[in-house]
Nanobody
Framework: QVQLVESGGGLVQAGGSLRLSCAAS?????MGWFRQAPGKEREFVAV????????AYADSVKGRFTISRDNAKTTVYLQMNSLKPEDTAVYLC??????????????????WGQGTQVTVSS
């Protein structure tokens, strides 16, 4: 069983930046972030393979968000720049230890964090 602990959410003005962190209690194959706004489905944001650092991003965040991992390969970061009001959501860290690769589907992820709120004001 892997536990995920997120930190770094908050309130920021449009155009600002935030950095999210997610620490895993064990080894994983892929870690990353989804987000869920009120009344909307959970959507893919970005993921990274912990071994090789290969990344995948949603089109809506490409060029603005950067996902990375630490040398121990148990913590991932999401650097969010040029934030927009439509980025407002609960951001959830996720991970899997299976062979699904850089999946964008929530059903392929075994572990989820509790979520951290990101609010971008206009």
């Amino acid at each position: 069983q892997v536990q995920l602990v997120e930190s770094g959410g908050g309130l920021v003005q449009a155009g600002g930046s935030l950095r999210l962190s997610c620490a895993a209690s064990g080894r994983t194959y892929v870690m990353g972030w989804f987000r869920q706004a009120p009344g909307k489905e959970r959507e893919f944001v970005a993921v990274i393979t912990t071994r090789d650092g290969i990344t995948a991003y949603a089109d809506s965040v490409k060029g603005r968000f950067t996902i990375s991992r630490d040398n121990a390969k148990t913590t991932v970061y999401l650097q969010m720049n040029s934030l927009k009001p439509e980025d407002t959501a609960v951001y959830l860290c996720t991970a899997h230890t299976t062979g699904w690769g850089l999946s964008t589907r929530t059903t392929n992820y075994e572990y989820w964090g509790q979520g951290t709120q990101v609010t971008v004001s206009s």
